[in-house]
């Protein structure tokens, strides 16, 4: 079965440092990898996903993911961060199933901090 | 253009009550899906529902249920409450089944709180 770990529950990072966040994941074939975050109150917005190709991923917000293989990672970076990045962040990975999202299992998330 | 809309933002019930979650998805989208995001458990998928018909459910017990009307908005039920049914239950759509996976658009959730 797949699964998706993020080993840091809570990160704090000062405004205008850099970020990197982990995933890793278990799965046997070659995953669909997301990475979704949420800000308090509100749902899961789309940050980036990987598919195929390029293993290096731009997404919004300035954010981007490494796909590494040979480490099963999927680790999230942004250069410098701000203070409206603090939310919780959410690794998933999923299977091509020919349906929908259905087989999309998530990582338990990384809470940031920004300090000022 | 509206996202995902859920309602009530807020439900707070005792033990062994029914409750029931409604999810109206964005102009257009036929796929709903519902996760439940209880705390430190991270979400897990609850149903998929396409076309009014449910693809796929996740691993949780028959009272959870629910169904998606014909203008594809959706209802989740909850019967029998448990503390642990405590969680804010998200609700997704996407265009639907279009053989690969598609981005999902979440709504605001639903925070349920059982006494």
């Known amino acids: 079965a797949q699964s998706v770990t993020q080993p840091d529950i809570h990160i704090t990072v000062s405004e205008g440092a850099s970020l990197e966040l982990r995933c890793n994941y278990s799965?046997?074939?070659?995953?669909?990898l997301f990475w979704y975050v949420q800000s308090p109150g509100q749902g899961l917005q789309l940050l980036l996903k990987?598919?195929?190709?390029?293993?290096l991923v731009q997404g919004i917000k300035g954010f981007e993911a490494e796909f590494k293989r040979s480490q099963s990672s999927f680790n999230l970076r942004k250069p410098s961060v701000h203070w409206s990045d603090a939310a919780e962040y959410f690794c998933?990975?999923?299977?091509?199933?020919?349906?929908?999202?259905?087989?999309?299992?998530f990582g338990k998330g990384t809470h940031l901090i920004i300090q000022p | 253009e509206a996202g995902v809309t859920q309602s009530p933002t807020h439900l707070i019930k005792t033990r062994g009550q029914q409750a029931t979650l409604r999810c109206s998805p964005i102009?257009?989208?036929?796929?709903v899906y519902w996760y439940q995001q209880a705390l430190g458990l991270g979400l897990q998928f609850l149903l998929w529902y396409d076309e009014g018909e449910e693809r796929n459910r996740g691993n949780f017990p028959p009272r959870f249920s629910g169904r998606q009307f014909p203008n594809y908005s959706s209802e989740l039920n909850v019967n029998a409450l448990e503390l642990e049914d405590s969680a804010l239950y998200l609700c997704a759509s996407s265009l639907g089944t279009g053989g690969a996976y598609e981005k999902l658009f979440f709504g605001s959730g639903t925070q349920l709180s059982v006494l």
């Open positions: 102009s257009g989208h036929t796929s």
């Open positions: 799965y046997g074939a070659t995953p669909y």
């Open positions: 998933a990975v999923g299977m091509y199933s020919g349906g929908g999202a259905d087989g999309l299992t």
């Open positions: 990987y598919f195929s190709g390029d293993t």
